[in-house]
């Protein structure tokens, strides 16, 4: 005997169900990645290509995670939205804090130092408006990078080694040159190079009234393919580390990393603070100023300095022919 349930047909899923279904599937695409992105940074695995790159532009995913973390509210999807909520906070307290200045960024009472940093791509930057920021912004001391012997020509025709006569001068044709020029008198330590072939112009600058300082133009391989994200790695453990107890050193130059690479961090952690940092001038960023308008700038160009350091300004400008914007900081060294 056929029963009546037995003659039922089949009823199709709910279009609701569906619909409920597939925006679970959705937000939960939309959150994972922030998930994962703000584990990375906050543990500190940004290692190998192409991690070591796309980590540069964390704060840009700080913002966007607000996206997903909406997106998982409106759509009432609980564990997506406290994931994302996690991930959004988290990320957050990593990028945030250096859009602030510092409360106390003693000393400020010691001799003032005004520094400047310039990547000069290949040597082809304009010689005159790096003269021309030396001379209006007072700068005592510069770092170069990728310093040829045709832009130490071009520099000094400009006039550079009268306003700053003292220098640790290694020029090298492409990248790997490096040059440090001072109001004060220099002592040539050398220079550091690296198994990249890229290199950097060490200095002791004899500050009157100030402790010894030692000066570094830093400038570690880019991290722009496999092979240049190990070089990146191995050259930058190799930054010296603060000597709290000794000489002042300041690290100043293109170090091809921001705040959000676990390795420039473990620098910084020796006994170091970014100038930009303290300054609340940390998204000011210094590259890429060049046809690659389609890549967000970044902040790879950095004034880091001993802790005993104070720093009252930092600020970025523009140099025709370079990709990298210029850094000037105006710090205070510790007295004598």
């Known amino acids: 005997m056929v029963t009546t349930e037995d003659t039922l047909p089949l009823l199709p899923e709910k279009p609701v169900r569906r619909r409920s279904r597939w925006w679970s599937a959705v937000v939960w695409l939309m959150a994972v990645p922030f998930v994962l992105w703000a584990a990375l940074r906050v543990f500190g695995l940004d290692t190998g290509f192409p991690t070591v790159q796309l980590i540069a532009f964390t704060p840009y995913v700080a913002a966007a995670s607000l996206v997903p973390l909406v997106v998982a509210l409106l759509t009432k999807r609980l564990w997506p939205a406290v994931l994302t909520a996690v991930a959004t906070i988290a990320l957050a307290a990593c ?23 310039v990547n000069m791509l290949m040597g082809g930057a304009d010689a005159g408006t790096i003269v021309g920021l030396v001379r209006d912004l007072h700068v005592d001391l510069v770092a170069l990078q990728e310093y040829t012997p045709e832009a130490k020509a071009a520099l000094n025709a400009a006039g550079l080694d009268t306003m700053l006569p003292n220098a640790v ?21 050398g220079y550091r190079h690296f198994r990249s072939d890229f290199g950097q112009a060490q200095a002791g600058v004899a500050v009157p009234g100030a402790k010894a300082v030692r000066v570094e133009s830093v400038h570690p391989c880019a991290p722009a393919t496999a092979h240049g994200a190990d070089c990146w790695e191995h050259d930058i453990v190799q930054e010296p580390a603060a000597t709290p107890q000794g000489p002042v050193n300041l690290l100043i130059g293109d170090f091809n990393a921001t705040l959000d690479h676990e390795r420039f961090r473990a ?27 389609f890549i967000p700038g970044v902040v790879l160009d950095h004034v880091v300095a001993d802790r005993r350091v104070g720093v009252r300004k930092v600020s970025v400008h523009r140099i025709p022919d370079s990709d990298h914007k210029a850094v000037y900081a105006e710090l205070v060294l510790p007295k004598a």
Do not use: H, K, N
């Not at 001068?169 to 002592?187: E, I, K, N």
């Not at 952690?269 to 001038?281: C, L, P, Q």
């Open 169 to 189: 001068s290694y020029p090298r044709p492409g990248v790997t040159g490096s040059a440090v020029y001072s109001r004060f008198p220099v002592t040539d330590l």
């Open 95 to 117: 990028v945030l804090p250096r859009w602030i200045a510092d409360s106390d960024p003693t000393p400020q009472d010691g001799p003032g130092l005004r520094v400047l940093s």
């Open 267 to 293: 620098v910084l952690d020796t006994g170091y603070r970014d100038a930009a940092d303290v300054a609340g001038a940390g998204f000011d960023a210094s590259w890429p100023y060049d046809e690659r308008w």
